[in-house]
């Protein structure tokens, strides 16, 4: 069983929709917890990170992670076209090195 | 945010051959560097870690004679692929972390497409 699990996708959404994007996880020493955006051969940005339980926002952005479930999720209000991408949850431990990734999320956003 | 370059950003090579990527920290210096692979549609695939001064770290399954790692100074990795087959055919891209980051940020490469004929 990985350790990261993200909603496969893919997601055709019409512009202006709320769109929610998950992830499970299975290690209890994560602490931040991070969303990337990686447009069609490019490397990933970062998108927003929490670090631990609580909601995060930025512009139409929401970062939310509840670590009782295990559970992370992105949301995005108002989609645009240009949100079109795959999006990447990814978490670290405390003391941890390296990024645990989830396998992405494809959007397609509607014009 | 902090700024990691690539090059090249793409390369076409003959099989057998070896081909060198460089990743470079252009505004912090970056004590841990990230290789990783894409396959299309997949998700990042850790190969090593790279630490200045040090061998890398090699994820398991990934073979270190064939992905040699080289993290010289503070601000640049390379990794060489060694007699490269088709099936070597990948987006490789890097990623360093910045030390004043408080959470371990990443920042990201933009990536480099390997076809090997």
């Known amino acids: 069983q990985k350790e990261v699990e993200q909603d496969p996708g893919p997601l055709s959404v019409p512009e202006g929709a709320i769109v929610s994007l998950n992830c499970t996880y299975s290690n209890s020493a994560f602490q931040y917890f991070m969303w990337y955006r990686q447009y069609s051969r490019k490397g990933p940005e970062l998108l927003m990170y929490t670090y631990s339980s609580g909601n995060k926002e930025d512009g139409r952005f929401t970062a939310q992670v509840d670590k009782s479930s295990k559970y992370i999720s992105l949301f995005i209000r108002d989609s645009q076209p240009s949100d079109s991408a795959t999006y990447l949850c990814a978490m670290i431990g405390t003391n941890a090195g390296k990024s645990t990734f989830g396998d992405g999320t494809t959007l397609t956003v509607k014009p | ?117």
């Open chain 2, 1 to 117: 945010g902090a700024v990691v370059s690539q090059h090249p950003s793409w390369v076409i090579c003959k099989s057998g051959t070896s081909v060198k990527i460089e990743c470079r920290s252009l505004d912090f210096q970056a004590t841990t560097m990230f290789w990783y692979r894409q396959f299309p549609k997949q998700s990042l695939m850790l190969m090593a870690t790279s630490n200045e001064g040090s061998k890398a770290t090699y994820e398991q399954g990934v073979e270190k004679d064939k992905f040699l790692i080289n993290h010289a100074s503070l601000t640049l990795s390379t990794l060489t692929v060694t007699s490269a087959h088709p099936e070597d055919s990948s987006f490789y891209i890097c990623s360093a972390r910045d030390p004043a980051s408080s959470y371990n940020e990443q920042f990201f490469g933009p990536g480099t497409r390997l076809t090997v004929l």
